[in-house]
């Protein structure tokens, strides 16, 4: 079993940068790929990007290619999401989350953290 912490959201201007970190526990953690979540009110949940096991491929929303960056570190049991360029349509709750399958789709995700706050303001 993983358990994952986010953390790193905030309040930013648009066209800042935030970074976001999600530490999991257990030494299984390299097992697994990595995705990102993201959920506005009132919307479904979407995908942003996924990372397979060894951080050598990701796979990207079009929403955010070019401005965000995700990266994992195996080591300290951590992903991260880098995201530049940020606009008020990026406001919502992120998520990460661990999946035994390199995919964008969240049913086969299998565990999830509590979600961090974004918001971007105009």
């Known amino acids: 079993q993983v358990q994952l912490v986010e953390s790193g959201g905030g309040l930013v201007q648009a066209g800042g940068s935030l970074r976001l970190s999600c530490a999991g526990s257990g030494r299984t953690f390299s097992s697994y790929a990595m995705g990102w979540f993201r959920q506005a009110p009132g919307k479904e949940r979407e995908f942003i990007v996924a990372i397979i096991l060894n951080g050598g491929s990701t796979l990207y929303a079009d929403s955010v290619k070019g401005r965000f960056t995700m990266t994992r570190d195996n080591a300290k049991n951590t992903v991260y999401l880098q995201m530049n360029s940020l606009k008020p349509e990026d406001t919502a709750v992120y998520y990460c989350?661990?999946?035994?399958?390199?995919?964008?789709?969240?049913?086969?995700?299998?565990?999830w953290g509590q979600g961090t706050q974004v918001t971007v303001s105009s």
């Open positions: 989350a661990a999946a035994g399958l390199f995919t964008r789709e969240p049913r086969y995700y299998d565990y």
